[in-house]
């Protein structure tokens, strides 16, 4: 394969590097959606394209497109997100950005600026919501199933409105949902992510396909008992409201671990009067349950909510639930997670599986019936979201190598299914 024809992945990492020295201090990132260190992030990433045969324009939700037109109309987008959480990680969905730029750059070499079908990198507005709690801003708006009045009356912690502040970035939360238009002429969607969980770093292996994004149940529970003096109440006659959650703590561990991706959670718990000399009256507890398999997600709520009746009979209490919130799963596409699978084996000699639990971008835009891939670089430590968030350099290499060669691949498809469906074909 001639140089010119290959990804120049150390570049990308120069490139990542470089990006982390703008927008970083001592502290870790700083890139927050809607803030200057966000938008001095993407004028970086516009001085980037200088020189490449593209089209970049922001679409309605902010989202900001670059094209390089291809025979076809018919388009591979790759994607990912430049903003941070505050504090954040150098790489958490930059790394996808710069990679989908060296593939876009590596593509315009090989075909001389004219790719059989047209390549677009999309950096999708606000993945994180981390300044006013929305998070897949702007890949919802693409995908329609965002809620304007949901998100009108948001503030950040010092009360300047959303609204405000998309428009301050040029942006009317009123338009949003004309970034739908991108959707037009999509043809399949590839995203590069870190990990950020332990699970590739235990396994010892470098990269992953990623099969969906796990669907969540989350619920508030409370159980009503007694309040009681902890000293005149004997042992036999309390309604002990914290000791009916506690078994639901312990229990929810059964539920989830006779599924091998399922995951579930009691992260909070408050007690009522919430006092070293009073049996509790009342336990306000979260669940959070996950998994990418929606029979399995529907069957792990049903076993929680008839073990929290059982509990709460068993302590001489009641149980009441209610639901935070709640969204499906969204398994990816078969024949891409394949290729994605293949390209990690011809690059790494191994592939491996694996559901995400984050939510990502991509959810988003296979819930728009894109058909979507996913791919994860291990973390180190598992650790993300923090500015100690890293993934060794030798793996970046190959996970940029492995991106780039599930991106040629799905040109590849992608012309496969023009041709079954009868476009005429510009194949070089
Ligand atoms: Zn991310």
């Not at 049996?279 to 990418?292: H, K, N, P, W, Y």
């Amino acid at each position: 394969m001639p140089t010119d024809a290959r990804v120049d992945a150390k570049a990308a990492i120069e490139q990542l590097k470089e990006l982390r020295g703008l927008t970083a201090d001592e502290h870790g990132a700083q890139r927050v959606a809607w803030t200057p260190a966000w938008l001095q992030a993407r004028a970086w990433f516009l001085s980037q394209l200088a020189e490449l045969p593209v089209e970049h324009h922001c679409d309605a939700a902010g989202n900001s497109w670059t094209t390089l037109q291809g025979a076809s109309k018919k388009a591979l987008i790759l994607g990912s997100h430049l903003d941070s959480v505050p504090n954040g990680g150098w790489l958490d969905g930059c790394l996808g950005v710069i990679a989908a730029l060296a593939v876009l750059k590596r593509i315009a070499r090989e075909y001389d600026g004219k790719p059989p079908v047209t390549v677009r990198l999309v950096d999708w507005a606000d993945e994180e919501g981390a300044r006013f709690g929305r998070s897949l801003f702007g890949s919802s708006a693409f995908a329609g199933t965002y809620s304007i009045e949901a998100d009108r009356g948001r503030t950040d912690t010092n009360g300047i409105r959303l609204e405000d502040a998309l428009a301050e970035c040029g942006v009317s939360i009123d338009s949003i949902g004309e970034a739908q238009r991108e959707q037009e002429d999509a043809a399949a969607y590839l995203e590069l992510h870190i990990e950020q969980g332990p699970v590739l770093a235990t396994m010892g292996l470098p990269l992953a396909a990623v099969t969906g994004t796990k669907g969540v149940e989350r619920h508030a529970i409370t159980f009503r008992g007694q309040e009681a003096h902890s000293g005149s109440t004997p042992m036999t006659a309390r309604r002990d409201a914290l000791a009916a959650a506690a078994k639901l703590a312990l229990e929810i561990r059964t539920i989830a671990m006779r599924h091998p991706d399922a995951v579930c959670t009691v992260g909070s718990v408050k007690t009522y009067p919430g006092i070293v000399t009073a049996v509790v009256g009342r336990c306000e507890a979260t669940l959070d349950q996950r998994d990418l398999n929606a029979d399995v997600l529907a069957k792990m709520y049903r076993e929680a909510q008839e073990k929290s009746a059982l509990f709460a009979a068993e302590e001489g209490c009641t149980v009441e639930w209610s639901r935070i919130w709640n969204i499906a799963p969204e398994p990816f596409h078969p024949e891409l997670i394949g290729l994605c699978e293949e390209a990690i084996r011809e690059t790494t000699g191994r592939s491996h599986r694996m559901p995400s639990g984050p939510l990502h971008d991509a959810a988003e835009v296979s819930r728009a019936g894109i058909p979507t891939a996913m791919m994860f670089a291990q973390s180190l430590k598992g650790i993300s979201h923090n500015k100690i968030e890293d993934t060794r350099e030798e793996h970046l290499e190959l996970a940029i190598e492995a991106f780039d060669l599930l991106a040629s691949k799905t040109v590849d498809w992608i012309q496969d299914s023009l041709a079954a469906t009868g476009e005429r074909m510009h194949r070089i």
